[in-house]
């Protein structure tokens, strides 16, 4: 019997990726053996690729290949609009749905005191830094539509009520437990364009 501990490795990898299991990490691993120089040479040079270059951004915290990255470097977004959320997967999910064309600050997580997770380990003094120093008009809180999502929106929109600016929440459309990455576009535009000011 030949030696599979190379094998074994790849789909231990493999399936500690998100939405892949150990079955589902083992069908992608056979998938790129059989097509070991196709896909599986371009799959390296990518992984390569991203490794060596992207980062997060300084600024927003959205990973990309430059920096800052091409959404805080493009001087058509409108610099008084700045949509809050809890990770990247969001921001991207955002731009996908083409609804928003401000500026992204990136929290790194929701409120949580399960998970141990307080104000300290969010990128908040970065936020409050940032609506005071641009000048931001309004703050879009597209965070997920469950317990801590909704605790964490309260608490910005407590420490931001000093600021002027109006702090907003999504609206229709996102249900009660919703992650946004996993809402389509039409459901993404309408809580957009629906979204309330947060109550403190």
Excluded at 103 to 132: F, M, T, W
Excluded at 156 to 183: F, K, M
Aim: charged share 20%.
């Amino acid at each position: 019997m030949s030696d599979t501990h190379a094998i074994d490795s790849l789909v231990q990898i493999l399936s500690k990726l998100p939405a892949l299991g150990p079955r589902s990490a083992r069908r992608a691993v056979l998938y790129l053996l059989k097509k070991k120089t196709t896909h599986m040479a371009s799959l390296i040079e990518a992984l390569q690729d991203v490794y060596e270059h992207v980062q997060p951004c300084p600024i927003c915290g959205n990973m990309d290949s430059q920096s800052p990255c091409h959404i805080c470097a493009d001087p058509r977004r409108d610099d008084t609009q700045l949509c809050v959320v809890q990770d990247v997967s969001d921001l991207w999910a955002l731009e996908r749905a083409h609804i928003y064309k401000g500026r992204y600050h990136v929290l790194g997580g929701v409120l949580s005191a399960l998970d141990g997770i307080g104000p300290d380990e969010l990128n908040l003094s970065a936020l409050l830094g940032k609506v005071k120093e641009q000048k931001v008009k309004e703050v879009i809180l597209a965070l997920p539509a469950t317990l801590d999502g909704q605790t964490t929106a309260h608490y910005i929109a407590e420490l931001l009520s000093e600021t002027g600016a109006r702090v907003s929440g999504l609206s229709r459309g996102v249900p009660v437990g919703g992650e946004l990455d996993y809402l389509d576009d039409g459901t993404l535009q309408m809580a957009f364009k629906t979204r309330q000011t947060i109550q403190e």
